[in-house]
């Protein structure tokens, strides 16, 4: 990222971020309208009701939002889910989205949380990568008329390289 006076912060999102977060969704997820069959949902979000919703961090310099994060506790088990992750698309690979994933990870310790669980669509291909990269672990796919997401998750706690891997390789074959 470019050096600047004023330094990088992460706060809850407020109801005045809600256009600066439209901006983002649709510049994150529009390079993506022309490899998947139907919009990336958060495309189609109402950003008045998300910022509302205080379960959106945003990563800010000056004001001016350069990526988001939402965040909700999985009702079914004892983990955090990452619902979306977007930073705006000239500043990708300079380490906001690492910063804002880190948050959530580290929300989820705070809150005795497992880890945390996400999914992403398999024709975002980037998306894939910067998981893995982060240690994130392909537990499983989904196929359906409209969508082929796949499914992440981090375990915070005593996850092991050999358990990495058979989940990954269990994934790729499509089993569950």
């Known amino acids: 990222m470019a050096q600047s006076a004023a330094p990088l912060t992460v706060r809850r999102a407020q109801a005045s971020d809600s256009g600066q977060l439209a901006e983002i969704a649709r510049g994150a997820y529009g390079k ?8 990336p949902a958060p495309i189609l979000l109402d950003y008045d009701r998300v910022a509302a ?4 961090h945003v990563a800010h310099v000056a004001g001016r939002i350069l990526g988001m994060v939402t965040v909700e506790p999985d009702p079914d088990g004892p983990w955090l889910i990452l619902r979306n992750l977007a930073v705006r698309p000239d500043l990708q690979g300079q380490g906001i989205g690492k910063r804002l994933v880190t948050l959530v990870e580290d929300m989820a310790r705070s809150s005795g949380r497992d880890g945390v669980r996400l999914w992403t669509r398999a ?3 980037d998306n894939v990568a910067f998981y893995r990269a982060l240690g994130y672990v392909l537990t499983h796919s989904e196929k359906n008329e409209h969508a082929h997401r796949v499914f992440f998750r981090k375990e915070l706690g005593g996850d092991t390289a050999g358990a ?3 989940l990954d390789r269990n994934a790729l074959e499509g089993q569950k």
């Open 32 to 39: 993506y309208l022309d490899v998947v069959d139907e919009p």
């Open 53 to 56: 919703a205080g379960r959106t």
């Open 123 to 125: 024709e975002m291909t």
């Open 164 to 166: 990495r891997a058979s």
